[in-house]
């Protein structure tokens, strides 16, 4: 099994910045991808940003494409996401998700979760 936990979440002004850390514990040689989603009240969860545990490919979601950063440290199972101008409609819950597979953008495909950290944006 695999434990992720958050942290980092809060409160910002438009423009302003967060980083979000999510560490894992367990059985986290079998990690492949680590990723961040987010749900907003009302919406479906979305993809974030996603990066290889080993080869460090990332991808982002349109949306955070260059304010959004995804990094890891290996050697403390940390997985961090630096997000720069944020918007109001970036308020969301953070959601950690790690799986023992290739990367992908699908939420269904994420074998465990993080229990999440609220953003709030105001404008």
């Known amino acids: 099994q695999l434990q992720l936990v958050e942290s980092g979440g809060g409160s910002v002004q438009a423009g302003g910045s967060l980083r979000l850390s999510c560490a894992a514990s367990?059985?986290?040689?079998?990690?492949?991808?680590m990723a961040w989603f987010r749900q907003a009240p009302g919406k479906e969860r979305e993809f974030v940003a996603y990066?290889?545990?080993?080869?460090?490919?990332?991808l982002y979601a349109g949306s955070v494409k260059g304010r959004f950063r995804i990094s890891r440290d290996n050697a403390k199972n940390t997985v961090y996401l630096q997000m720069n101008s944020l918007k109001p409609e970036d308020t969301a819950v953070y959601y950690c998700?790690?799986?023992?597979?290739?990367?992908?953008?699908?939420?269904?495909?994420?074998?465990?979760w993080g229990q999440g950290t609220q953003v709030t944006v105001s404008s």
């Open positions: 367990g059985r986290t040689f079998s990690v492949s991808t």
């Open positions: 998700a790690a799986r023992w597979g290739a990367p992908t953008v699908q939420a269904a495909q994420y074998n465990f």
């Open positions: 990066i290889g545990w080993s080869d460090e490919r990332e």
